[in-house]
Each structure stands twice: as C-alpha cells, then as structure tokens.
C-alpha cells in the first residue's frame, strides 16, 4: 500500500479473551481499501486488545465505524472485567498524523468521525488530547476516571455532557473517547550496571513529571535475564523532543555515575521522520530533505 | 512507483551540449514501465550527461536498450569533443543494488544487457567492477584508458578482446562499459577552520589510496564563500565502510587540530540503508529492523 498521505489509528477495545469474537471483530474491519491492520495486541489479564491501523483519511474513518458497529453488537460491558481502566467497548482511538498530514487533519477527522458515532449508535462521545473541547478532556485518564461503572452519574454533570450524543451511557457499550494526538515512540535504553537505583535516578531525571523533558515518560526497570538495568522510555511528540535529544540525555546523566549505555531498543513501530531526524543530527547535516532518499525519491510523483 | 525490487542505473552519455538531441535521447527512455529518471545532470565542459535511472530488473533492461539505441543513432563520437574521458557515445552503465536485490542479480543483469547491446547493435561491451572478467577490468579509468580515439588499437590487444560483441569498436558508436557497483555516496564534512592544510591532511587520513579506510575517496576542498574547509568524500560501498564511520573519522582527526566539526552536506542521493544504519550506530540499537518503521511495514505485502 502506497498512499501519499497516512493517518495511523489505535484503538483500544474492551475485550480479549474470547477468541471467536475478536476474530469476528477483525474479520469485518479487514480488507478496507486504503487501510491496513498493522498490528493486534491482546492482553488477557486487561481483557483488552491493542490495534493498529493506518491508512487514508477516507479508509480509516469507514474501518473504525466499522469497529464500532462490530463492538457494539459484539461486546456488553455489564459482563466486561479486566484490570486496566475502560469506559466503553472501544474505550478509546486515537487518530495519529504519520505522513504528509497534519495534526489539524486529524483533529477534523476525530470530530466527523465521532458526531457520526453518536448520531449512528447513540453512544457519548468525548473528544480528548489534540481534539479536546476543554483543558479537562485533554488527558484519557481524566475523562476515563469513574470507568463505565461511575459514567451512568459523571455523564450527568454539566462539566462533563459529551462532544458529541446523547447525556446517558449507552446500555451495553457505554462511552467513547475519539481524539488526535502524536504518535508515541517507545524507546528503551539499557545500562552496563545492575543498580535499579542509577535507572530510577536517570528515569526521574530525564521524564516530565519530575522536571526532565517535555515530552518523556520514564521508569527504571530490572532486566534480571541480563542482569542490567534499562531506562523505559514514551516519547510522546517526537518532533518537539526528538530520540536523540532523550537518549543523549540518559547518556549524560548515566556518565554522571560512572555507567554506560550499553544499548537500546525500539519497541514497535517508528515513523521514518524519527529516523531521519536521527541520522541528520548526529551527522550534523546542513539540508538534508528526505527526497534525498532514493527510494523515497522513487515514491513521488 | 512503489516496486518490491529496485535497481539504480548511472548511464553517462557523450553528449550535453546539443539541447535537441539530449531532449530526444530523454523522450525514448522516458515511460517505460516500472522505471524511472530520477535526475538527469549535462556537463558543458565535459560534453557528458550523468542520467539516474531506477526501476525493475526488467523495465531497466528495456530503458538501457532504448538508451542504446536512440544514442547509437544521435550521436558520433568522430564528432565529440569534451574534457572528460569517454569511449563510447554510451560511455558507461552501471547497475546498483539498491532495495531487495543483490550485487549478484546486478552483475547478471549487466551480463544480459551487455550480451543484448553487442549483439543488437554490434558494439563491442566491457564487464566492470562487480562484474569484470578480470582484474585488470575491475577498474573503469583501466578499461577506458586511450579512449575512443586509442581503442582502434587497443581492442587489437589479446588482453582487451571485449567481453561481448566485435574485437573492433563500432565506428560512429565506440566501446561501451557496462557493469554493476555497489551505489556511491557523496558526503562532505565541513570544519571550523579556513586551513586547507588541515582539510588535506583529513582527506589523506580517512581516503583508501594513502592508508584510510577502504571505500573512502577523500580530498580537502577550500570553500571561499564561507571561509572554511570541506573533506569532500566518496563512498563507494556504504555496507562496508558506513557514512557514520568516515564522519566519525573525520571528527576524530579534526579534533587532534583542536578542530570542530560545524555540518555536513550529502549531495544527491542515499539509499534509505545507510540513513537507518546511522541511527542504528548512533542510538545503539539491539535489534532494530527498517520494517519497524511504519511507512515500511505499511508497504509490505
């Protein structure tokens, strides 16, 4: 599949151990011009499975109408347990600029694609990060707090009616939360020590939430294969804090103790810009475009 | 165009200075399916046109014969004047390996076409690099010496039978060169310094012929404009000797001057490789693969 312009979508949905309606769900969202099933990752003990798509801005809003209608058939959570927070059977989809599209794209598609949720199936749509329509909405985990239990009441305060349908949960479904936000890079890199003390420090160091880089999560954790320690990374906007300014960073406060980086790992998908952005920084290019690349040269028009 | 397999072709023709006939020669290899002209750069001074094409095995096989054959009948070199040294009115034709191809399945192609040129059009064909019969026609500059005017004789000589067609050179047409060679980088380095001593002394360092790394060719060029040097290089086999490895050369002898590093310039083209081979080094990757890239994994079948 070659479009000129990608739009990535991971929807998180609320069910992953019954095998022969996952296959179902996936089954009617298939073969969907334009679009492609990157990846599905189902976690038993959340009882709730990760997809990926991609594709064009057309494709994907048919395929997740699709998966909405497939869900709300297929899943009632008033019989829904899992250990990870939900509050609707496709709790939440992100829509994801990867190429040629902009964030405001993106924005415009999560509205058109969640005023036709509510109207379509009757479900409460709340919009959220890039989408949002207040500063609260801007954050899942605000708008998630109270889970599909607690909406039926939080559903009725006036901060907090929905984007889009009706002021009640749907019976079986509940509520949806439609938004655009960056594509988020996991990235880990590991140190040549066994001190779980050094990877929290670094962790605590380099994340936002302790005063380190705008858009960093980070925790330490043990590799007890190995016997090392590795700095957990979510870059959350690549584009604003790049990989290698946060991977430079956990290699200066690593010297700090005596330690090195040992090496790193990609976990899923990148988009190419992160790349390039790497190679073009530490070669210290003057004006490299991405045209540049032959086989991207191949690829236009 | 987006091909699973993609080989690159430089042919570098004997003529720039005849707008017309440079038009024509374009129009016949131009739509020709599963290829394309990436870039198509005359030389006045030389009277030589340096034309990129890219495409399938079998679309190139087709657009390099079509070259042959509109230049065979567009230009006589009895006619051509220009200081570069040519042989042949299509001078030479490498074929690279650049997605999903090997330098194998370049140097059978180079075979084929070769075989095809001599017995369509009764020019005499020279294998090189990749694919030289000998180690004497490893070297382009070693086959071409004496020119289109020595070659008369030259193709007399036992040692310099041609590979393929006539032991006498075609008399409007010439030899020709055909081969397969691993693509070349042009990468510079610029320095903090306007010494151009220092620039030498780097180039002589990293470049293969006086005792640097194998697939460098290296020389200080002085930039008037801005007042700084350049190591101006190229890489002839990026797999063997990646760009990072001859940047960080570079780095490490500009430092023994007490010297900076203040950008770098790729000039033209780069397989999409050797930019994720650069972030790879760089982040210190255990394990990455390009198809974790999304615009990748997306393409793939």
């Known amino acids: 599949m070659n479009l000129t312009k990608i739009i990535e979508s991971v929807p998180n949905i609320s069910e992953a151990r019954r095998d022969d309606v996952l296959a179902e769900i996936l089954k009617e969202i298939h073969g969907i011009p334009d679009t492609r099933i990157l990846d599905v990752k189902p976690d038993l003990d959340h009882n709730r499975t990760v997809i990926s798509l991609a594709g064009s801005s057309e494709g994907l809003k048919t395929q997740l109408l699709k998966l909405y209608e497939v869900c709300l058939k297929k899943i009632d959570l008033r019989q829904h347990q899992g250990e990870h927070p939900r509050a609707g059977a ?17 924005v415009r598609l999560a509205k058109d694609i969640g005023s036709e949720v509510a109207q379509r199936f009757e479900i409460p749509v709340y919009l959220y990060e890039f ?42 479904f509940g509520v949806t939360v439609i938004g655009a936000r960056m594509p988020l890079i996991a990235f880990n890199v590991n140190l040549g020590t066994a001190d779980i003390q050094i990877a929290n420090k670094i962790a605590k160091a380099v994340r936002h939430s302790s005063g380190g880089l705008r858009f960093v999560k980070a925790m330490g954790v043990m590799l007890q294969e190995r016997n090392i320690v590795q700095v957990s990374m979510n870059l959350t906007d690549y584009k604003k804090t790049p990989v290698y300014r946060a991977v430079e ?9 005596g330690v090195n980086v040992v090496g790193s790992e990609l976990v899923g998908l990148i988009p190419a810009e992160a790349i390039y952005d790497t190679a073009d920084y530490y070669l210290q290019m003057e004006s490299f475009t991405p045209s540049q690349i032959l086989e991207n040269k191949l690829m236009e028009e």
Chains 1, 2 share one sequence.
């Open 249 to 257: 960073m956990v290699r200066r406060e690593a010297a700090r103790y």
């Open 131 to 172: 989408a949002a329509s207040t500063e609260a909405r801007r954050d899942l985990a605000n708008i998630r707090k109270g889970e599909f239990e607690g909406f039926m009441e939080k559903i009725l305060k006036p901060e907090w009616a929905p984007d889009f349908g009706p002021a009640q949960i749907h019976p079986s």
């Open 90 to 106: 496709v709790d939440v989809a992100p829509l994801i600029p990867i190429k040629n599209v902009t964030m405001e794209e993106c």
